[in-house]
C-alpha cells in the first residue's frame, strides 16, 4: 500500500469509530427516554412494539397483521 492509501484506510476508519461513539451515545439517550417513560407508568415494551409498527409501511403492516391473526388462529389464540 502506497502513504496515500495508508493514509485513506486510517481516515475511513477513525471515521468508522466515531460514528459507531455516536451510534452509541444515540442508543443510551433512546434507553434513557425508555426509562423516563417507564417511570411515569408506561410499558417500554409496547412502546417499542409501537415504534416498530410505525416504521413499517402501511400495507406491510397489514400483511404482518392478517398473518399474525392467522398464526394466532391456528393455535388457539384469541
Same mark, same amino acid.
Request: charged share 45%; glycine share 4%; net charge negative.
Given at each position: $500500500?502506497?502513504?496515500?492509501? !495508508? *493514509?485513506?484506510?486510517?481516515?475511513?476508519? /477513525?471515521? =468508522?469509530?466515531?460514528? %459507531? %461513539? %455516536?451510534?452509541?451515545?444515540? &442508543?443510551? *439517550?433512546?434507553? *434513557?427516554?425508555?426509562? %423516563?417513560?417507564?417511570?411515569?407508568?408506561? !410499558? +417500554?415494551? @409496547? $412502546?417499542?412494539? =409501537? =415504534? #416498530?409498527?410505525? #416504521? @413499517? #409501511? +402501511? *400495507? !406491510?403492516?397489514?400483511? $404482518? /397483521? @392478517? /398473518?399474525? /391473526?392467522?398464526?394466532? &388462529?391456528?393455535?388457539?389464540?384469541?
Amino acid at each position: $500500500m502506497t502513504a496515500n492509501t !495508508d *493514509d485513506r484506510l486510517r481516515l475511513l476508519i /477513525e471515521r =468508522v469509530e466515531r460514528l %459507531e %461513539e %455516536e451510534k452509541k451515545g444515540i &442508543s443510551d *439517550d433512546i434507553l *434513557d427516554v425508555y426509562r %423516563e417513560a417507564k417511570a411515569v407508568g408506561y !410499558d +417500554p415494551k @409496547m $412502546m417499542r412494539a =409501537v =415504534v #416498530k409498527l410505525r #416504521k @413499517m #409501511k +402501511p *400495507d !406491510d403492516r397489514r400483511q $404482518m /397483521e @392478517m /398473518e399474525l /391473526e392467522t398464526y394466532k &388462529s391456528a393455535l388457539g389464540l384469541d
